[in-house]
């Protein structure tokens, strides 16, 4: 379970990222964060393992409180709670499975990850979690000969790898194109409910949201404007997001028909 | 009065831009420093003609050098020790170097105290030259091999750190902000998200490295630091430049072999 208390973030700057948030999202739920550039829907997700500090404010991750983790126990934290990138993230210039025996890190002794001589049980996780997404055969390819979909499939089997509890994407398809990006949400919401893991994805555009959301968390300026589920989120709510009428620029598909 | 051009008129370039002060200060002060200098360590061509017609043994020796050092005996024990030096200088240097620029980096060392201590080690060893490190160490432990091999370490250290470190500045961080969102460790982030981008360019590092170091150690043995350079150095001593031209030449076709064999990998690497 994930708790936000009040909670607020400042960066360096001045800038005021989320202002006195507090949402509860429990296990196994699917959120989607929506918002406007810059409305905070980074910021809220790398908050969840830590890689954004609050700067006031309490957050609860699976009955820890995050402000007050030691390395140590932040990198506990941080084994639990799988993440998926816009950009992928994939150190291109090595093979899919040793990108996914990443996820296996938390658990595999660092003399072992220096030799590179992973455990086979640590391995046969890796495995799974590319049958998962359906890209075993890909296992021994380098990761920057596969398409974008295909890479986003292996950071999805990355995190999977992790046995997570929690998974967070940030904006997983904004580099796809529009069925690719089906594709990928697709395994996404499937995971989550074969598995039960508790997911957070921030998405750009609201047709994809209300697709696959069963609950939609609406940001704006770092200030929390809609949580409901997807169904609710009409055209007025659209407004209070974004500040202004539904246009094709927000939509995936009519914007892919232009 | 002109060649008429086909088409329409050429657009106007902008002005041209008037050269910087900078340049044109840097310039003068270059040749005027080169003037300079030649005055003051007494160089004259007129000195090189008139040398290079007087009767010369070393200039003899070269047009008639003494092939048979290719095969010589007590050459080869010499030629050895400098392939030796060259080899484990290298290994032991390039080796440490890796983690040494890794830890000088942001990302790589999250403390700013000891990443400056190690920055400056860096600068300190990189402003060393390859003979001066022999000196020293030929000072410290006194002639032979021993001192070459230090001097070729540091010196390696020096050369692929540097190097290295150059390359990590431009990776990608992405795979670094991934791992270290699975709860990886730092040694475990470094080996899986940083290595991987940079091995190629730091294997190609490390072989241009041992080019180096060989032709670098032919001159640690000129004051006293083992291998072939010891060798060169006894013929000089003796006047004996057939045999040292011999020697000289049976080197040069080494040291030719071994970069295009490095030259042609390095290619294969990047
Ligand atoms: N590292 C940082 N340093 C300073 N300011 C930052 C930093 N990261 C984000 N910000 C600022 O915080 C605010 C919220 O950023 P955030 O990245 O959370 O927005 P977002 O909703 O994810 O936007 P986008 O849709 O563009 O990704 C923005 O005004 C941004 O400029
Ligand atoms: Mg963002």
């Known amino acids: ?258 | 009065m002109t060649v008429p051009t086909v088409g329409i008129q050429a657009p106007n370039l902008p002005p041209k831009p008037r050269p910087s002060l900078f340049a044109i200060g840097g310039t003068l002060a270059a040749i005027a420093m080169t003037i300079v200098t030649a005055r003051s360590v007494g160089f004259s061509f007129g000195g090189i003609v008139t040398n290079l017609g007087r009767k010369n043994s070393v200039i003899e020796g070269l047009l008639s050098p003494d092939w048979g050092q290719i095969w010589s005996r007590r050459s080869r024990a010499p030629f050895i020790e400098t392939f030796q030096l060259a080899v484990l200088g290298t290994a032991t240097g390039s080796l440490l170097s890796l983690p040494l620029a890794l830890w000088s980096t942001r990302f790589g060392n999250p403390n700013p105290f000891t990443r400056g201590i190690l920055r400056g080690f860096n600068n300190v060893i990189r402003s060393i030259p390859d003979l001066l490190w022999a000196l020293l160490f030929v000072s410290a432990v006194g002639i032979g091999a021993l001192p070459g091999l230090l001097a070729l370490f540091f010196f390696s250290l020096a050369v692929t750190t540097k190097l290295t470190s150059d390359t990590l500045d431009g990776i990608d961080m992405g795979p670094i902000e991934a791992a270290n969102a699975t709860g990886a460790n730092l040694s475990q982030m470094l080996r899986t998200a940083v290595v991987p981008q940079i091995l190629p360019a730091y294997s190609s590092f490390v072989l241009y490295n041992f080019e180096i170091n060989l032709r670098a150690s032919a001159v640690l043995g000129l004051v006293g630091a083992g291998g072939i350079g010891n060798r060169i150095e006894f013929f000089r001593g003796r006047g004996e430049w057939e045999e040292l031209w011999g020697l000289v030449f049976m080197f040069f076709l080494v040291v030719f072999v071994v970069e295009r064999i490095s030259v042609t990998l390095r290619r294969r690497l990047i």
């Open chain 1, 1 to 258: 379970m994930i708790r936000f208390e009040d909670a607020s973030v400042t960066y360096p700057g001045g800038v005021l990222a989320l202002r006195d948030l507090s949402i509860e999202v429990d296990a196994g739920e699917f959120v989607v964060i929506v918002g406007l550039s810059g409305a905070g829907k980074s910021t809220l997700i790398r908050a969840v393992n830590g890689l954004v500090p609050l700067t006031s404010g309490k957050l609860q991750v699976n009955g820890r409180e995050v402000t007050e983790l030691s390395r140590a126990g932040m990198r506990e934290l941080r084994s639990e709670v799988g993440m998926i990138f816009q950009g992928f993230n994939l150190v291109e210039r090595t093979t899919v499975l040793n990108n996914v025996l990443m996820g296996r890190l938390h658990r595999v002794p660092t003399w072992r990850t220096l030799l590179g001589m992973y455990p086979k049980a640590d391995i046969d996780i890796a495995a799974r979690a590319l049958g998962q997404v359906e890209i075993i055969e890909k296992a021994y390819t380098r990761a920057s000969d596969l398409s974008g979909g295909q890479r986003q499939r292996v950071g999805i089997a990355r995190a999977l790898a992790q046995e997570p509890s929690i998974v967070l994407a940030d904006e997983p398809v904004a580099s796809l194109d529009p069925p690719t990006s089906h594709v990928v949400m697709r395994y996404l919401q499937q995971i989550s409910r074969d598995l039960g893991i508790t997911t957070i994805v921030n998405l750009h555009f609201l047709d994809l949201a209300t697709a696959y959301a069963d609950r939609i968390i609406g940001l704006r300026d770092g200030m929390l404007v809609f949580d409901g589920p997807g169904s609710a989120c009409d055209a007025q709510v659209f407004e209070d997001i974004y500040g202004r009428s539904l246009t094709a620029d927000d939509t995936m598909h009519k914007q892919a028909a232009l």
